[in-house]
């Protein structure tokens, strides 16, 4: 499986965009980059994905190097409930998703 | 997005007994669920793949005999922990696929004394 790498803990001020990144070297041409976050004592929960083209939706952005290499998730305007450990996670479509250990996310006040 | 469901959110039971763990894709039919499990301060790891209507296949160490896992339809798949003992006091966690995305459920939070 192709592995991602993401620094262990970042932190941010309120109301300010957040860049979170994420390192992918080895990706192959069929992997999907999925973004997902874990709010604490809750399940994990999808923010988004993409193949090529960067991506928009009404919870983040998802910017992806043309090289495919690295991806970067962008949150616009960041809120305590943005507090969370983040996970880039490659899959290539039908493949179950292998958790490492995320960004942890701090949003301060 | 889509929502999936787990039932009970938190359970204690005693030692030696067995505890039956229910995860519902609401508004969707997945034939793929998965079954994860969490412990303090780790990340999730990946227990099991449920495939409606056929066994599951299970991760390396993951001892099918003790995690039993059902799949009888496209919106449920159950995970029933065998003889519970202490070590598998954790924070469960399924996910239906639809499409090229998993959804998650909330968790089962499980304390066996």
């Known amino acids: 499986d192709a592995k991602t790498t993401q620094p262990n803990s970042m932190e941010s001020n309120e109301e300010e965009p957040v860049h979170l990144p994420c390192n992918h070297s080895?990706?192959?041409?069929?992997?999907?980059i999925h973004w997902y976050r874990q709010l604490p004592s809750q399940g994990p929960e999808y923010v988004i994905h993409?193949?090529?083209s960067n991506v928009n939706n009404r919870m983040a952005s998802l910017a992806i190097a043309e090289d495919r290499k690295s991806s970067t998730l962008i949150l616009h305007r960041a809120t305590l409930r943005d507090a969370a450990v983040y996970y880039c996670i490659l899959t290539k479509g039908n493949e179950k998703l292998t958790f490492g250990t995320g960004t942890r996310l701090t949003i301060i006040p | 997005g889509a929502v999936v469901s787990q039932h009970p959110s938190w359970v204690i039971c005693k030692s030696g007994t067995s505890v039956k763990i229910e995860c519902r894709s609401l508004?969707?039919?997945?034939?793929?669920m998965f079954w994860y499990r969490q412990f303090p301060k780790q990340s999730l790891m990946l227990m099991a793949t449920?495939?409606?209507?056929?066994?599951?296949?299970?991760e390396q160490g993951v001892e099918k005999d003790k995690f039993l896992i059902n799949h009888a339809s496209l919106t449920l798949s159950t995970l029933t922990v065998t003889s519970a003992h202490p070590e598998d006091s954790s924070f469960y966690i399924c996910s239906a696929r639809n499409r090229e995305t998993q959804y998650f459920g909330p968790g089962t939070r499980l304390l066996v004394l």
């Open positions: 080895t990706i192959s041409g069929t992997d999907y």
């Open positions: 993409g193949l090529t």
């Open positions: 449920s495939n409606e209507g056929s066994k599951a296949t299970y």
């Open positions: 508004d969707f039919q997945a034939t793929t």
